[in-house]
């Protein structure tokens, strides 16, 4: 059973930094991963890290705005926004998966646990 708790959502502008924290507690191998969903809008990727290779991967929307990285001596996986836009606003998710595919998992449906989501809002 793994437990994931979201945070460091928030309202900002466009243009502005936030990260997100997802504290991962239980079993913490595997494969983990930040998606978002904006109202009206399906669940999309957008970065995926394997626990023990800290081997990325990023949807392409994000990519070099975002980093996902973790933190094993907090049980801890993060999401750094930087150059952030209006079109990323959306309730962010973690999620994590106990054995990793030999690809890169990219569809809500492949994990087993997620968090509660945080909010967030960037404004124009």
């Known amino acids: 059973q793994v437990q994931l708790v979201e945070s460091g959502g928030g309202l900002v502008q466009a243009g502005d930094s936030l990260r997100l924290s997802c504290a991962a507690s239980?079993?913490?191998?595997?494969?983990y991963a930040w998606f978002r969903q904006a109202p009206g809008k399906e669940r999309e990727f957008v970065a995926t890290i394997r626990w023990t290779t800290r081997n990325t991967y990023y949807a392409d929307i994000v990519k070099g705005r975002f980093t996902i990285s973790r933190d094993n001596t907090k049980n801890t996986v993060y999401l750094q926004m930087n150059s952030l836009k209006p079109e990323d606003t959306a309730v962010y998710y973690c999620a994590s998966r106990v054995f990793p595919l030999s690809r890169h998992s990219v569809v809500p449906s492949e994990y087993d646990y997620w968090g509660q989501g945080t909010q967030v809002a960037v404004s124009a």
């Open positions: 239980g079993r913490t191998f595997g494969t």
